[in-house]
């Protein structure tokens, strides 16, 4: 079982408010732009608010699919975007079966979440935190949490939606 | 240059499909923010005299604040005003959700839509592209606002952000409303038929872009302070886990819980329609709007019945307005009731209210069931309140009666049932029973659209805010400003009300953080105003540029003919003393609120209209030349 660390959170508890994905393009890239955040927050009826972010996946598809070998994993875990080498092939969008790696509307470049956290201490609701699959299971027992994530996939995780 | 905004508005003549995109006028924000002080400016300077309000000739604006999509704590709200078709005077109504800080990202602050189109339509913006297209092509014509909302997304894309009408606003309800986000209202001042008349069923938007801050260095810092604030505050828990369904008991408590309609400020069936009993059993989520920690929105569900659906429901005023003022304590018709309301795009204030005033002529015999129908209108007769909420949207047999408004059905009746109408200047009055808190009669005359509670809040007397009161006012003040039953001070507290609740709305905040609990004041906004938008506006700049803004929508309405005379409550109100409860012997001392109000607000006490001197200090002379003040 890895240790990786992602966050994650409950569309459950989630209230759809934004704060992590304003908290995240203010942080990064100086605007208030959702487009722009590293995560997404996605509102699905009924009453669910999927907070949306990068799995960092163990076997992590983005990493194979660059031609450019442009992303790498540091030696904490985290899967990050070299932007000096990043040429904008979009291969990883397309390979990341979470749609949690796009392609930023301003630079041109890859990006996505890496865990930074500065988003799940502003959080108001308490919906995210940072996790790894061994916590998420034992945090979310009854796989009801992880549940909804499934059942939603072909909405939340739809690219032709653009964000 | 202002950071922050679209840096846009659009401009649209629905009579020649023409779409024009016009630079957002910094200027004016100098004098009068963005928002409802914007749209105060707009209509003032576009909107006819001696116009109907459901001719082409109306127009409808729609307007974001200045720091509506920024991180300030509930900045989530844009404000929708024109000429009312309920009240024939300034119309104007606000909501939060997502779509207003949708149309800052697509690049725009304000919409202004004049003329009437010939056939349906809807503008979708998807950032530069803004187009009208054909509304019954698209197949939204004719349904009601959660189909739009699907039928839109699956044409648009999942993350459009939809304000539309329902079938009320079609059908020209005079109290439809306007609905964004599926359950957000703008529900006041009927202004869902204005939208219905210019048949503009809906605006889709899809905003990508940014918003620039003026001091990104500090921004988060200062943001993480007021969120901080924001949720240190001991109203927030409770707001996440009632959001104003707890209202209910609150009221009940000190009488002020309108019930038959507002023969009374007490209900026997309270508990039934408390904000425990919906926690108890039918809350799903409380859910929240853009930048909003406070979360009070509410999704509700009821799993089996007559009554079943599943959505965003309830706020205190349906519990009041669709429950205790029709003598309703069936807490799952009142739920559904609400559901219906947003289904079909109505405010649920005046809906209420108008059935409440036909129950009354019913207890009365002046109605029967040759004037219904066959309905049956007695008091908690939930069955009837679900059935008229239909009839009414779609205006059918009694319910077509009732969709004029409780004024307008009881002119048209006759036979004294007009003494049971609970209105001002036609709007009907909302769920504070003023009898029981006199700063809210006060506050129901003198705002701009007619009876409303929401124009100046003032909350301060209600609460026990007495360290706001001696900070805001001085000590001494107290203890009778704080007295919810003594009608002295009340008209200075209810100007200064006015005077910030509008500014609130100028820039896109809620009133809840702002007015209550009072956690922001003015130097606060000004603080967030600087490292948002770069303004450089001191507390003091913002209070005289609210107090503009009520002085520009008082010109408004007076050029119409409003004097002090229609700034006036129902008999029942003022000469009635109230019969039962916490606040029972009371009435609501009027003329002395007003006389204080006028004097405060440099208005003549006989007309209630402002004097030269105070039209000088504002800045608006010209503008009382031509309502012939000058």
């Known amino acids: ?163 | 240059m202002i950071h922050g905004v679209g840096g846009k508005t659009l401009w649209i003549d629905l009579t020649r499909g023409v779409i024009e995109k016009r630079p957002l006028d910094e200027e004016m924000i100098n004098e009068y923010l963005l928002g409802a002080g914007y749209l105060s400016r707009v209509l003032f300077d576009n909107i006819p005299v001696g116009i109907d309000p459901l001719s082409e000739k109306n127009v409808l604006g729609m307007a974001t604040g200045l720091l509506t999509g920024s991180m300030f704590p509930q900045a989530s709200r844009h404000v929708i005003a024109a000429l009312s078709p309920l009240t024939d005077v300034w119309g104007e109504s606000h909501a939060a959700g997502f779509w207003g800080a949708e149309l800052k990202f697509a690049g725009y602050d304000a919409i202004i839509f004049t003329g009437a189109s010939a056939n349906p339509v809807y503008l979708n913006i998807r950032d530069d592209v803004v187009e009208l297209l054909d509304a019954e092509d698209a197949g939204v014509w004719g349904k009601d606002v959660f189909e739009t909302d699907d039928i839109l997304k699956s044409k648009h894309g999942r993350k459009i952000r939809i304000l539309s009408i329902g079938p009320a606003g079609e059908n020209l309800v005079r109290f439809a409303a306007i609905m964004n986000d599926r359950d957000r209202a703008s529900a006041r001042s009927g202004l869902g038929a204005v939208m219905g008349a210019k048949k503009l069923k809906a605006v889709s938007v899809r905003g990508t872009g940014k918003l620039t801050v003026a001091d990104p260095a500090n921004y988060l810092k200062q943001m993480d302070v007021f969120h901080k604030r924001m949720m240190a505050n001991p109203f927030t828990p409770g707001r996440i886990k009632y959001g104003t369904t707890s209202l209910v008991e609150l009221m009940q408590h000190i009488g002020r819980l309108p019930s038959y309609n507002m023969k009374q400020g007490v209900f026997d069936g309270f508990e039934k329609i408390s904000g425990d009993a919906i926690n108890e059993k039918y809350l799903v989520k409380a859910r929240a709007d853009f930048s909003c920690l406070q979360r009070c929105g509410r999704y509700t569900a009821v799993r089996t019945g007559p009554y079943a659906f599943e959505g965003g429901a309830p706020e205190f005023e349906t519990q009041s307005s669709m429950g205790s003022r029709c003598g309703n304590d069936n807490l799952e018709s009142v739920l559904f009731g609400h559901h219906l309301s947003n289904q079909y795009g109505m405010d649920t204030i005046s809906l209420g209210a108008t059935i409440s005033w036909a129950m009354e002529a019913w207890d009365e015999g002046l109605l029967t069931g040759d004037d219904t129908g066959g309905i049956d209108l007695s008091w908690g007769n939930h069955e009837t309140v679900v059935n008229l909420t239909r009839m009414i949207a779609f205006r059918e047999g009694f319910g077509d009666i009732l969709a004029e408004g409780s004024a307008r059905a009881a002119e048209r009746i006759g036979r004294g049932t007009e003494r049971f109408v609970m209105a001002v200047k036609k709007q009907e009055i909302a769920g504070q029973e003023p009898r029981a808190q006199k700063s809210m009669g006060l506050a129901a005359v003198t705002a701009a659209r007619g009876a409303d509670h929401l124009y100046a809040f003032p909350v301060l007397d209600e609460a026990g805010f007495d360290d706001e009161i001696r900070e805001r006012f001085g000590k001494e003040y107290l203890p009778e400003m704080a007295d919810r039953l003594n009608p002295k001070y009340k008209g200075i507290m209810v100007k200064e009300c006015e005077d910030f609740m509008v500014m609130v709305e100028s820039v896109g905040l809620c009133k809840y953080g702002t007015q209550i609990p009072p956690e922001f004041f003015y130097n606060d906004i000004a603080l967030a105003l600087k490292i948002h938008n770069g303004l450089d506006m001191k507390g003091g700049d913002l209070q005289i540029i609210g107090e503009r803004i009520v002085n520009l929508n008082r010109l408004f309405n007076a050029r119409l003919g409003i004097t002090r005379e229609d700034d006036c409550l129902p008999d029942r109100l003022t000469k009635d003393k109230a019969p039962l409860g916490p606040s029972a012997g009371e009435v609501v001392e009027l003329d002395l609120m007003l006389d204080e109000y006028y004097r405060e607000r440099g208005w003549a006490l006989e007309s209630g209209l402002p004097t030269e001197k105070t039209l000088k200090r504002l800045g608006l002379t010209k503008e009382g030349k031509e309502v012939g003040l000058l």
């Open chain 1, 1 to 163: 079982m890895t240790e990786l660390k992602f966050v994650f959170g409950d569309p459950r508890v989630c209230s759809g408010c934004m704060t992590c994905s304003n908290t995240c393009s203010m942080y990064y890239y100086k605007v208030i732009s959702p487009e722009r955040a590293r995560n997404r927050v996605l509102r699905i009826e009924p009453a669910l608010d999927f907070p949306l972010f990068c799995r960092n996946c163990e076997d992590a598809p983005c990493i194979a699919a660059c031609p450019e070998q442009a992303i790498t994993r540091t030696s904490k875990g985290v899967v990050i975007v070299n932007n000096k080498k990043c040429l904008s092939h979009g291969e990883c969008v397309k390979a990341c079966p979470y749609h949690a790696i796009r392609i930023h509307p301003d630079t041109g470049k890859a990006f996505k979440c890496i865990q930074c956290g500065q988003c799940v201490d502003r959080c108001p609701a308490d919906a995210i935190f940072m996790t790894t699959e061994r916590e998420l299971a034992e945090r979310d027992k009854d796989g009801s949490m992880r549940g909804l994530y499934e059942k939603h996939r072909e909405e939340i995780y739809d690219k032709e939606e653009g964000l």
